[in-house]
């Protein structure tokens, strides 16, 4: 069974960072695609990074382009989302998605329970 | 960036009614890339639909999609009580990926 859990959220101060990382079981990681979704409060939902297999190729939203940096180990079967320069907008639950596809067509196969992100001061 | 527009906002049915739930994009959606998702209270999306029409795995065959190009329809043919939920399309074939706001069934 595929499983995807997330750690890392809290809250943070606007201006600060936050790493999240999501733990893979129950499939051959290094094989597939992985996403970053978040979801503010009440509301819809916001694809927010993309990031290859191989991680050869990674993509951003543009609210968090040059602020958040995605990453992945496949021997530690693991993703990651280190977030700098943290706003108020960016508060939400990120789900951590494993991509169907391993090129940038992101079908969002299976999902964490998400953590959740608070920047407030 | 493709938008989505998802309609109605909220649906209220009973169970054993059909449901049709209504995507329309602002751009033709390439290779017909559109998705659905219900998500319920406190848990993940779960992943339906892909390809407009395809189920995804362990999918009730009461859940079919349909459509192409700009408008596409998900339907709930005969509403069991656990299908009350919030439904998200996404559209995958464009960058960047874009999801509607929902429409809540309830």
């Known amino acids: 069974e595929v499983q995807l859990v997330e750690s890392g959220g809290g809250l943070v101060q606007p201006g600060g960072s936050l790493k999240l990382s999501c733990a893979a079981s129950?499939?051959?990681?290094?094989?597939?695609?992985m996403n970053w979704v978040r979801q503010a409060p009440g509301k819809g939902l916001e694809w927010v990074s993309y990031i290859s297999s191989s991680s050869s190729t990674i993509h951003y939203a543009d609210s968090v382009k040059g602020r958040f940096t995605i990453s992945r180990d496949n021997v530690k079967n693991s993703l990651y989302l280190e977030m700098n320069s943290l706003r108020a907008e960016d508060s939400a639950v990120y789900y951590c998605?494993?991509?169907?596809?391993?090129?940038?067509?992101?079908?969002?196969?299976?999902w964490g329970q998400g953590t959740l992100v608070t920047v407030s001061s | 960036d493709i938008v989505l527009t998802q309609s109605p906002g909220t649906l209220s049915l009973s169970p054993g009614e059909r449901a049709s739930l209504s995507c329309r994009a602002s751009q033709s959606v390439t290779i017909n890339y559109l998705a659905w998702y219900q998500q319920k209270p406190g848990q993940a999306p779960r992943l339906l639909i892909y390809?407009?029409?395809s189920r995804a795995t362990g999918i009730p065959d009461r859940f079919s999609g349909s459509g192409s190009g700009t408008d596409f329809t998900l339907t709930i043919s005969r509403l069991e009580p656990e299908d009350f939920a919030v439904y998200f399309c996404q559209q995958y074939g464009s960058s960047p990926p874009t999801f509607g706001q929902g429409t809540r069934l309830e």
């Open positions: 390809g407009a029409s």
């Open positions: 129950g499939f051959t990681f290094s094989s597939f695609s």
């Open positions: 998605a494993r991509g169907y596809f391993d090129w940038f067509n992101p079908l969002l196969d299976s």
